[in-house]
Nanobody
Framework: QVQLVESGGGLVQAGGSLKVSCAVS????????MGWFRQAPGKEREFVAV????????DYAESVFGRFTISRDNAQNTMTLHMNRLKPEDAAVYYC????????????????????WGQGTQVTVSS
């Protein structure tokens, strides 16, 4: 059984940086892409970033492009999201997801229809 555990959320001032990580236990499929999503209060969960199984391809939501960087270490079974120049509108619960059917190019929501999700980690950005 695959389990995803996020860590690293917290409180940061606007303009600051934060890193959230996802630890994977259990066996995912050998070509499993992974990604980050977020959900703010009163809003639907939205896509943030995705990375292919080998780390060579990725995609970002326009709102975070150029500020966030996604990476993964398959040897350590971890995935990380580095968030820079944070804005108050970045505040949300951030969820890690695995078993995303992403290979390259632009992400579309149907690629995550069979995703496995973590429990989320809170990111708060003060203005």
């Amino acid at each position: 059984q695959v389990q995803l555990v996020e860590s690293g959320g917290g409180l940061v001032q606007a303009g600051g940086s934060l890193k959230v990580s996802c630890a994977v236990s259990g066996r995912t499929s050998s070509r499993s892409a992974m990604g980050w999503f977020r959900q703010a209060p009163g809003k639907e969960r939205e896509f943030v970033a995705v990375i292919s199984w080998n780390g060579r391809d990725n995609d970002y939501a326009e709102s975070v492009f150029g500020r966030f960087t996604i990476s993964r270490d398959n040897a350590q079974n971890t995935m990380t999201l580095h968030m820079n120049r944070l804005k108050p509108e970045d505040a949300a619960v951030y969820y890690c997801a695995a078993e995303i059917a992403y290979w390259r190019g632009r992400f579309s929501s149907n690629m995550a229809k069979n995703a496995i999700w973590g429990q989320g980690t809170q990111v708060t950005v003060s203005s």
